[in-house]
């Protein structure tokens, strides 16, 4: 039987579920990405494009977590994506979820570049 977990001052309990999902969905982009890089990237910009705002809109108001940047990670991989294709954007985005750590103040500034 598992012991009961704490949450930490964010919301998340300590082996956070939300980071679990956030690997998932940076191993998605990169996957997407490696594909975008073969032909038929139009097509594969817009379905990265529409699984982010997918994931915007269903997934992340229902996570205990809150994302420490600003802008947050799914405004930064919509952004990248749209600015540079999902091949690019893709790795841009796995990359923001990467750095994501309690650690990081809750704020902190990381505009797409």
């Known amino acids: 039987m598992r012991g009961k977990r704490s949450r930490n001052p ?4 300590d082996s956070c579920a939300c980071c679990d999902i956030f690997g998932l969905f940076s191993g998605l982009l990169l996957l997407g990405s490696a594909a975008a890089t073969r032909a038929g990237a139009p097509a594969l910009d817009r379905a990265g494009v529409a699984a ?7 997934l992340s108001p229902r996570m205990p977590c809150q994302c420490r940047f600003t802008p ?7 952004t990248a994506v749209e600015r540079y294709g999902l091949a690019v954007g ?3 985005a796995a990359d923001r979820v990467r750095r994501c750590r309690p650690s990081v103040p809750r704020g902190t500034q990381d505009p797409v570049r």
């Open 10 to 13: 964010d919301g998340c309990f």
């Open 90 to 92: 893709g790795r841009l």
């Open 52 to 58: 982010i705002r997918g994931y915007r809109r269903w």
């Open 72 to 78: 947050t990670c799914g405004a930064y991989g919509l």
